[in-house]
């Protein structure tokens, strides 16, 4: 059987990442695949000689072996906040407000827009702020003024029902990717950047990087303050402008295999993050060493659903087919 990259190259280009190694992972391991809804990728069935089993791709659940109760509250970023703090697991805090009168009636007080307001006043005017069931990086970003956080609702109403607001916090962002306790990868992220061509200026640019967000369904981005003062300076050719913010693949960052410096620390944090939520799959998201304190762990957020075309891109096929194989067995299909 040939590589994940020769895989792919048969397959369609729209076809989604999960199918297509749910497809490669079945023909590694002798079970059969079905695609069955007209050659999306969106619904397929894997079957052995003894069972079948449909799966989704897309916005869908792909790891079955993470229940949904576990899965809705690590989807839920307050939620997940609530339980961690509980376990006595540090996180960034925050709180959570409605952009919308809708249910306003079911729900407690202190949860409106106008009360977003008093708390950003509380953080001194500078929070961090994403959708409170966001994924992708999508709308998560620093917020320094009223001004720009009247603009961010507006914008993010538009889409959103409902928004984590955050205390700022900086160090190194990590991910550690655990099936059950055993840590599959530990990768720290990087900032994504845009590429000078001696040509463009700074805001053409940062537009460009915008539209490939913006195609990828992810919200653009707001120019900090310090792009603000260069956004008509050429960008040299072959120098990088980092776009501060977020971190994630699907906004434009990247990912390194690599460990923390206080490794057993993150990972036993991690361990005990997915437990508490009940999480069999987990990618636990975390700052490290804040205020250059490498044993100053916070947890940012736990995905019950992560993306791993991380590992397709850095050539380790050999940790997807580890991470199928965990969710075929699970679900009875292979023998453990």
Known sequence: MGSLQEFRSGKPSTYPDQTIYAEYACSQFQLEFQEINGGTGLVFNVSSPTKSLCFGAGRCSWFPQNNATASSLASDKYFTNLILGR???PTLGGEYFFLHDRHRAHRAAGHERSDA???FRTLDGSAFVKPLTGSRGDFAQVIRGEALLTVYLDEVSRYYDSILMQPVFSGHEYRIFLLDDDVVYSARKHTPSVLGNGISTIRDLLAEHDAALRLRGVSSVTPTASHAEV????????E?????????LSAGGTMVLEAPHAEQAAIAQA???ARALGLRVAAVDMFTDIGSAPESIRLIEVNSNPSIRFLEDCGRSD???KIWHHTLSAMGLLDV
């Open 117 to 119: 307001l008093e708390y």
């Open 319 to 321: 940790l997807i087919l």
């Open 87 to 89: 376990s006595g697991i």
């Open 240 to 248: 990088r402008l980092a776009v501060p913010g977020r971190m994630n």
């Open 231 to 238: 956004l008509e300076t050429v960008l040299p050719r072959g």
């Open 271 to 273: 361990r005990q993050a």
